[in-house]
């Protein structure tokens, strides 16, 4: 398990869990084999369920008296739910971050796009989501808005799965990339409601991918 070393066991335990979450490996609604993940990443059952116990909380995580934990599925209703949320938060996090962005915080955010770009260009859709999320939370931080950011954070793990299973599509990704090159174009020009209109168009383009894989899924 390659973690930084200042993290706990648990902790290390959940990034583990979580990237194979994220990466597919551990797909949703699967059962999770306790004893084989516990011997694969060499650790005791009590910190792998403290792990577990968190991931519980966070959404990720089923667990189901007598039959054990489950990787969170997620309900049309449920997909739906959620990314009508995200869109409301996250256009709220744009309204108070533009007024507060100095040219440095959207040179970062331009170097963040950069990197996603040329992930995508590669392929490499890992990366590419990971600079997807740093993209997002950089803009929930400007807000200054503790409780916005808190919620925000406590649905970042969801998210990301969802978002995982729409960026199997590269026509998305590479559409996903171009909307946030226009938001950039936005936050220069320090124009709040475009940049608000803008995230919320990104937010839903995402949505629908996510909800036609869904709908793909059920018809197998």
């Known amino acids: 398990m390659n973690a930084p070393r200042h993290l706990t066991l648990r902790e290390r335990i959940y990034e ?21 993940l516990t011997e694969k990443l060499q650790v005791s059952r009590t910190p792998f369920r403290e792990a577990i116990g968190t991931l519980a909380k966070e959404g990720l995580i089923e667990i189901k008296p007598y039959r054990g934990f489950f990787v969170r599925s997620f309900s049309r209703k449920e997909i739906e739910d959620l990314y009508e949320l995200r869109k409301t938060l996250e ?3 744009v309204e108070l971050a533009v007024p507060r962005m100095s040219d440095r ?3 970062g955010l331009e170097r963040v796009l950069d990197e996603a770009v040329a ?16 993209f997002h939370e950089t803009i929930a931080e400007r807000s200054d808005n503790a ?26 990704a590479q559409r996903a990339a171009t909307e946030r090159d226009e938001i950039l174009k936005a936050l220069r020009a320090r124009d709040v409601a475009a940049a608000s209109a803008l ?15 869904f709908r793909d899924d059920e018809a197998r």
């Open 147 to 172: 409780a916005l950011i808190e919620t925000l954070s406590r649905l970042a793990m969801q998210i990301q799965v969802c978002r995982t299973i729409a960026n199997e599509s590269r026509d998305l």
């Open 105 to 107: 915080d959207i040179a």
């Open 16 to 36: 583990e869990i979580v990237r194979l979450i994220v990466s597919g490996e551990l797909p949703s609604g699967v059962s999770i084999d306790e004893k084989a």
């Open 119 to 134: 992930a995508l260009e590669r392929g490499d859709m890992q990366t590419y989501g990971v600079r997807d999320r740093e």
């Open 91 to 93: 256009c709220f996090a």
């Open 199 to 213: 995230m919320r168009e990104h937010i839903s383009d995402v949505q629908q991918a996510v909800l036609v894989r």
